[in-house]
């Protein structure tokens, strides 16, 4: 039977696995956080819930739609009515985490695994995670950050061809200062729950209660902007939340706030990607690296690159 270690939970990582699942072979996920999901982020704050992250996603491509209509079926999404879109954007009912979860459902997961070196052996590779573990394989995923890739492949002692070289040096991630604020009242941001700004501190603002994931309490999600955030990435995160929450008095009111959060994305999200889904490394193993980073990026793209790999895999077993 075939086998494959997949370094990343997130949404590549994660539907590498399940297509590759899907066909009969062993899977294994590492992962260094507590939870699955990567940028697919809720995040709860009192009695609140607040996607931190990736805060919707569309579903263009007959791949994605296909997995997007079970999770309506299954009631695990729901479309968000954002103005001037031409086509829908969906959310998770309990947040974006709650597709995550879905997609990770008798996957062979093991979180709190950071990938510290890759080993070739006789019939593949070896993992070896910070823990001590020890994951072997017939093939490795690759889903991380290629900042984080880079690094791992260098600790390997990995030699990466040129072209191989100047491909992952050409993408290029946002960072991104997400500020989850739980509030005592209903924001007064309109309907449907979204401000969008083009100048400033701030990029957006989701309603999450608006947005249907925060029942019980209200809360909003503050995106500061790309410059905004790589200025202050490493600032006093509590005095850079509180901060952007005094420049929006209009809509949140400084007696609605009942508390914050601050969360430091480096790896928000990929400006500048690799044009194909993935990257296939040279290597005495099969080795791909893919993610956000690859082909057309964002929650999407992440899908088909998780998506593609693992038919490549399967094709060339």
Same mark, same amino acid.
């Given at each position: 039977?075939?086998?494959?270690?997949?370094?990343?939970?997130?949404?590549?990582?994660?539907?590498?696995?399940?297509?590759?699942?899907?066909?009969?072979?062993?899977?294994?996920?590492? +992962?260094?956080?507590?939870?699955?999901?990567?940028?697919?982020?809720? %995040?709860?704050?009192?009695?609140?819930?607040?996607?931190?992250?990736?805060?919707?996603?569309?579903?263009?491509?007959?791949?994605?739609?296909?997995?997007?209509?079970?999770?309506?079926?299954?009631?695990?999404?729901?479309?968000?009515?954002?103005? +001037?879109?031409?086509?829908?954007?969906?959310?998770?009912?309990?947040?974006?985490?709650?597709?995550?979860?879905?997609?990770?459902?008798?996957?062979?997961? %093991?979180?709190?695994? %950071?990938?510290?070196?890759?080993?070739?052996?006789?019939?593949?590779?070896?993992?070896?995670?910070?823990?001590?573990?020890?994951?072997?394989?017939?093939?490795?995923?690759?889903?991380?950050?290629?900042?984080?890739?880079?690094?791992?492949?260098?600790?390997?002692? &990995?030699?990466?061809?040129?072209?191989?070289?100047?491909?992952?040096?050409?993408?290029?991630?946002?960072?991104?200062?997400?500020?989850?604020?739980?509030?005592?009242?209903?924001?007064?941001?309109?309907?449907?729950?979204?401000?969008? &700004?083009?100048?400033?501190?701030?990029?957006?603002?989701?309603?999450?209660?608006?947005?249907?994931?925060?029942?019980?309490?209200?809360?909003?999600?503050?995106?500061?902007?790309?410059? &905004?955030?790589?200025?202050?990435?490493?600032? +006093?995160? #509590?005095?850079?939340?509180?901060?952007?929450? +005094?420049?929006?008095?209009?809509?949140?009111?400084?007696?609605?706030?009942?508390?914050?959060?601050?969360? %430091?994305?480096?790896?928000?999200?990929?400006?500048?990607?690799?044009?194909?889904? &993935?990257?296939?490394?040279?290597?005495?193993?099969?080795?791909?690296?893919?993610?956000?980073?690859?082909?057309?990026? #964002?929650?999407?793209?992440?899908?088909?690159?998780?998506?593609?790999?693992?038919?490549?895999?399967?094709?060339?077993?």
């Amino acid at each position: 039977m075939p086998t494959s270690l997949i370094i990343g939970a997130g949404m590549a990582g994660l539907t590498a696995a399940r297509e590759l699942a899907r066909i009969g072979w062993t899977v294994t996920v590492l +992962d260094k956080g507590r939870g699955v999901g990567g940028r697919m982020a809720t %995040r709860r704050i009192e009695q609140a819930r607040a996607d931190h992250g990736a805060q919707y996603f569309s579903a263009k491509t007959p791949e994605f739609q296909a997995y997007v209509q079970q999770f309506l079926t299954n009631g695990i999404v729901s479309e968000w009515p954002l103005p +001037d879109t031409d086509h829908p954007r969906y959310v998770g009912r309990d947040g974006m985490s709650a597709v995550a979860k879905q997609l990770a459902l008798d996957l062979d997961i %093991r979180t709190g695994e %950071r990938a510290i070196k890759i080993e070739t052996t006789d019939t593949g590779c070896r993992v070896l995670t910070d823990t001590g573990g020890r994951y072997e394989a017939g093939s490795l995923l690759v889903t991380i950050p290629v900042p984080q890739a880079q690094t791992l492949f260098n600790d390997s002692g &990995f030699v990466l061809s040129e072209p191989e070289q100047a491909a992952l040096a050409a993408v290029a991630y946002k960072p991104c200062l997400a500020v989850i604020v739980a509030l005592n009242q209903p924001s007064r941001i309109p309907t449907p729950g979204v401000l969008r &700004f083009e100048e400033g501190p701030i990029a957006w603002v989701a309603d999450n209660q608006q947005k249907g994931i925060s029942p019980n309490q209200p809360s909003v999600t503050i995106h500061a902007s790309q410059a &905004f955030s790589q200025a202050h990435l490493d600032d +006093d995160l #509590n005095a850079v939340g509180q901060g952007l929450i +005094d420049r929006l008095p209009e809509f949140l009111p400084a007696d609605a706030v009942a508390t914050y959060q601050v969360h %430091r994305w480096r790896y928000s999200q990929a400006d500048q990607r690799h044009n194909e889904p &993935f990257l296939r490394i040279n290597a005495p193993i099969p080795l791909l690296i893919g993610g956000d980073g690859f082909g057309m990026g #964002n929650v999407e793209g992440a899908f088909l690159s998780g998506y593609q790999m693992a038919h490549w895999l399967a094709q060339s077993a």
